[in-house]
T-cell receptor
Framework: DVKVTQSSRYLVKRTGEKVFLECVQD?????MFWYRQDPGLGLRLIYF???????EKGDIPEGYSVSREKKERFSLILESASTNQTSMYLC?????????????FGQGTRLTVV | QKEVEQNSGPLSVPEGAIASLNCTYS??????FFWYRQYSGKSPELIMF????GDKEDGRFTAQLNKASQYVSLLIRDSQPSDSATYLC???????????FGKGTMLLVSP
């Protein structure tokens, strides 16, 4: 079974803090993604990566950055957390060329910025 | 802008009935289509994918794809209360394109 593990299930941070969300996958997938999910807005892609040290902006990259130093690990960084970044954050991974590229999700991190 | 549209619901069906969930997409170049199930407070879980026009069956689930109409659906036969969840439709283009998700349809199956 594909396993995608996010470092925290729940996180509370203060406005202005630098926040790191970590994600690790154990299936040697090339692609990794970070989404946020908000009621009424659905899943929105923040950043994705096709390979180590590569990153691409998604639909809502503002206020975020990412790091992928190793194939299995993809980190999302909130440079200066704000209350509008309170959300559920979901990491996912998929294989390039595996059928259509089905994505497997981690358990999610519910981040609250106060 | 690629769009994937779903009725937000809730879609209410009695236990044992067939639930029909629908999805339309805007990008004619889309090649792969996915259905994810998401329980409240949990992350999405892949339940089916389909690439070719027609039907694909997996147990109680059938995915249907009509590329000419840009329409994909999910049928759940013999619906169970445990099927109550939000169902997300996702669409992918060719090559390195990413998944575009619909906002999901909430399904409620009553005993």
């Amino acid at each position: 079974d594909v396993k995608v593990t996010q470092s925290s299930r729940y996180l509370v941070k203060r406005t202005g803090e630098k926040v790191f969300l970590e994600c690790v996958q154990d299936m040697d997938h090339e692609n990794m993604f970070w989404y946020r999910q908000d009621p009424g807005l659905g899943l929105r892609l923040i950043y994705f990566s096709y390979d180590v040290k590569m990153k691409e902006k998604g639909d809502i990259p503002e206020g975020y950055s990412v790091s992928r130093e190793k194939k299995e690990r993809f980190s999302l960084i909130l440079e200066s957390a704000s209350t509008n970044q309170t959300s559920m954050y979901l990491c996912a991974s998929s294989l390039i060329g595996q059928g259509g590229g089905e994505a497997f999700f981690g358990q999610g991190t519910r981040l609250t910025v106060v | 802008q690629k769009e994937v549209e779903q009725n937000s619901g809730p879609l209410s069906v009695p236990e044992g009935a067939i639930a029909s969930l629908n999805c339309t997409y805007s990008d004619r170049g889309s090649q792969s289509f996915f259905w994810y199930r998401q329980y409240s407070g949990k992350s999405p879980e892949l339940i089916m994918f389909i690439y070719s026009n027609g039907d694909k069956e997996d147990g109680r689930f059938t995915a249907q794809l009509n590329k000419a109409s840009q329409y994909v659906s999910l049928l759940i036969r013999d619906s169970q209360p445990s099927d109550s969840a939000t169902y997300l439709c996702a669409v992918k283009g060719s090559g390195y394109s990413t998944l575009t998700f619909g906002k999901g349809t909430m399904l409620l199956v009553s005993p």
